[in-house]
């Protein structure tokens, strides 16, 4: 105990003195506005577990430019279109390399959403435009998608016929996960009458999204994250390695079938699509198997989870502001009707959907922060300095708050972009869910297609309200803070046929 009362004065005043050099450095270096760092533990204690709105609540403080110490890091936080405009467009270059979070591990090596920008990203980003997200792709399996909303809207007259409150989450996941199975591998891997199997996934898919955004030591102190302190890079292994089963599963039955000489389907599927050009170039693309595995898990993880929970919130919004919900309700019985099914041909024909789906983005964007750059090297930006190696994060989610460009923002008002082109696909900044520049989100363009179609059948085939023991009091708007933002409270309601 002496031992230790004789070394606490030094300890004392090392700590004070880092803090100390740590300020003077902060000044000297001209980094953008901050919160004052604590030592050891920056700014870390600022964040709490709603990191998307603590930091919005800073920037009001501090600025659309601000710059915090997390740990030992220093990150960044844009928080305008202007300012993102200036990240993601004109120096796009510069932070266009991904921060790669610890807990993903041997994953984010074959990743295209976490690859460095190098010949390796570009070439699979290339793939993966020409030969699984290209217009002409998409087109050629719209049939299989229109099969499966068909199946959702026939469940959906199931358990209203039993008088049974649809889970609106687990319904919507199930059907995107199916879309994506069937574009991808000519199958389901679930069914909506399965309610284990598919809540198996969702699980699934919820704990790796949580996961990968949690709070990480290794994280924001680099030095130990050889050690993993918290198990989380274990805890993901893990994870990955129970979809990586599912996905050899049917990588390897499908080469069986190759080599069996089984007459090929009149449509390629993905898997096709991939199996061929891995053929076609010897290996040159790398399309080896743990490529596939990473490539079919970022768009099982991505794409079932944020097109599901997008179509959850929006009919929460919904459900709590009628006017809306008859607005929508009007414009699909005159454009579409309830005799026949809502096809993807109609969604350009019912701009009041896809108001609500822009709004949707807006309030409750998929990924608040999206995914974390890096600066690859020092620059000015506004006056201010970010330096290399810097981690930068994008507030969409403050960004969609701003009243400065949204009117009444926290207002759920999909009239806003009526007779408004607002671009959300990385052309306008006011709203970039996907993010924008070269690392916007390659699944996109499919991601959009299965939301508006999944949301217009789930309206136009059905009234919806709130099960009796819920009306008359508020929808739980509550938010589960991940990697991408998901509804904290599963939403309930009862379905009547029109």
């Given at each position: 105990?002496?031992?230790?009362?004789?070394?606490?004065?030094?300890?004392?005043?090392?700590?004070?003195?880092?803090?100390?050099?740590?300020?003077?450095?902060?000044?000297?270096?001209?980094?953008?506005?901050?919160?004052?760092?604590?030592?050891?533990?920056?700014?870390?204690?600022?964040?709490?577990?709603?990191?998307?709105?603590?930091?919005?609540?800073?920037?009001?403080?501090?600025?659309?430019?601000?710059?915090?110490?997390?740990?030992?890091?220093?990150?960044?936080?844009?928080?305008?279109p202007d300012i993102a405009r200036e990240f993601m467009q004109k120096h796009d270059a510069i932070f266009a390399a991904r921060y790669v979070n610890d807990a993903a591990g041997h994953h984010a090596k074959n990743s295209v959403p976490w690859l460095p920008n190098a010949p390796r990203w570009r070439s699979l980003r290339k793939?993966?435009?020409?030969?699984?997200?290209?217009?002409?792709?998409?087109?050629?399996?719209?049939?299989?998608?229109?099969?499966?909303?068909?199946?959702?809207?026939?469940?959906?007259?199931?358990?209203?016929?039993?008088?049974?409150?649809?889970?609106?989450?687990?319904?919507?996941?199930?059907?995107?996960?199916?879309?994506?199975?069937?574009?991808?591998?000519?199958?389901?891997?679930?069914?909506?009458?399965?309610?284990?199997?598919?809540?198996?996934?969702?699980?699934?898919?919820?704990?790796?999204?949580?996961?990968?955004?949690?709070?990480?030591?290794?994280?924001?102190?680099?030095?130990?994250?050889?050690?993993?302190?918290?198990?989380?890079?274990?805890?993901?292994?893990?994870?990955?390695?129970?979809?990586?089963?599912?996905?050899?599963?049917?990588?390897?039955?499908?080469?069986?079938?190759?080599?069996?000489?089984?007459?090929?389907?009149?449509?390629?599927?993905?898997?096709?699509?991939?199996?061929?050009?891995?053929?076609?170039?010897?290996?040159?693309?790398?399309?080896?198997?743990?490529?596939?595995?990473?490539?079919?898990?970022?768009?099982?993880?991505?794409?079932?989870?944020?097109?599901?929970?997008?179509?959850?919130?929006?009919?929460?919004?919904?459900?709590?502001?009628?006017?809306?919900?008859?607005?929508?309700?009007?414009?699909?019985?005159?454009?579409?009707?309830?005799?026949?099914?809502?096809?993807?041909?109609?969604?350009?024909?019912?701009?009041?959907?896809?108001?609500?789906?822009?709004?949707?983005?807006?309030?409750?964007?998929?990924?608040?922060?999206?995914?974390?750059?890096?600066?690859?090297?020092?620059?000015?930006?506004?006056?201010?300095?970010?330096?290399?190696?810097?981690?930068?994060?994008?507030?969409?989610?403050?960004?969609?708050?701003?009243?400065?460009?949204?009117?009444?923002?926290?207002?759920?008002?999909?009239?806003?972009?009526?007779?408004?082109?607002?671009?959300?696909?990385?052309?306008?900044?006011?709203?970039?869910?996907?993010?924008?520049?070269?690392?916007?989100?390659?699944?996109?363009?499919?991601?959009?297609?299965?939301?508006?179609?999944?949301?217009?059948?789930?309206?136009?085939?059905?009234?919806?309200?709130?099960?009796?023991?819920?009306?008359?009091?508020?929808?739980?708007?509550?938010?589960?803070?991940?990697?991408?933002?998901?509804?904290?409270?599963?939403?309930?309601?009862?379905?009547?046929?029109?």
């Open positions: 105990m002496s031992f230790l009362l004789a070394w606490l004065p030094w300890l004392v005043v090392s700590i004070l003195s880092i803090y100390l050099l740590d300020l003077l450095a902060h000044s000297r270096r001209r980094l953008p506005p901050g919160p004052r760092p604590l030592p050891l533990i920056g700014s870390l204690h600022l964040l709490g577990d709603q990191p998307h709105r603590s930091l919005a609540h800073l920037a009001k403080i501090h600025g659309p430019l601000m710059s915090l110490r997390l740990g030992s890091v220093t990150t960044v936080v844009v928080s305008s793939i993966m435009a020409t030969e699984l997200f290209a217009p002409h792709r998409l087109d050629a399996l719209q049939g299989l998608r229109s099969d499966k909303v068909r199946e959702l809207a026939e469940h959906v007259s199931r358990l209203a016929r039993d008088g049974v409150a649809v889970d609106i989450g687990r319904v919507a996941f199930t059907t995107s996960l199916n879309l994506l199975s069937r574009t991808i591998f000519s199958k389901d891997l679930t069914s909506l009458d399965d309610h284990g199997g598919s809540k198996d996934f969702q699980v699934l898919v919820a704990e790796i999204m949580e996961h990968l955004g949690l709070p990480n030591v290794s994280d924001f102190w680099p030095a130990l994250a050889w050690a993993d302190l918290q198990g989380q890079r274990r805890l993901m292994a893990r994870l990955f390695a129970r979809l990586h089963v599912v996905f050899d599963a049917e990588v390897d039955g499908r080469l069986r079938e190759r080599e069996d000489g089984e007459p090929r389907k009149e449509s390629d599927d993905f898997l096709d699509v991939l199996l061929d050009v891995a053929g076609r170039d010897g290996g040159k693309a790398g399309l080896d198997r743990d490529t596939l595995r990473s490539l079919f898990t970022d768009l099982f993880v991505a794409g079932s989870d944020t097109s599901s929970s997008t179509v959850e919130w929006a009919m929460a919004e919904l459900l709590r502001d009628p006017s809306s919900m008859a607005k929508a309700h009007e414009e699909l019985a005159r454009v579409v009707g309830s005799t026949r099914s809502v096809e993807e041909s109609d969604i350009d024909m019912l701009p009041y959907l896809q108001a609500v789906v822009k709004e949707t983005f807006r309030l409750h964007p998929p990924a608040p922060l999206l995914l974390p750059r890096q600066a690859q090297e020092t620059i000015r930006i506004t006056g201010f300095k970010v330096p290399q190696g810097s981690r930068v994060l994008v507030n969409v989610w403050a960004m969609g708050r701003d009243e400065v460009t949204w009117p009444e923002p926290d207002k759920f008002m999909p009239e806003r972009f009526l007779g408004r082109t607002v671009d959300y696909k990385g052309g306008d900044f006011e709203l970039i869910p996907f993010g924008a520049g070269r690392r916007v989100c390659p699944g996109m363009s499919l991601a959009t297609r299965m939301v508006h179609l999944v949301l217009a059948t789930l309206l136009n085939r059905f009234e919806w309200r709130l099960p009796v023991e819920v009306e008359g009091t508020c929808i739980e708007m509550g938010e589960k803070f991940g990697l991408t933002l998901t509804k904290a409270a599963p939403l309930c309601a009862k379905a009547a046929p029109i």
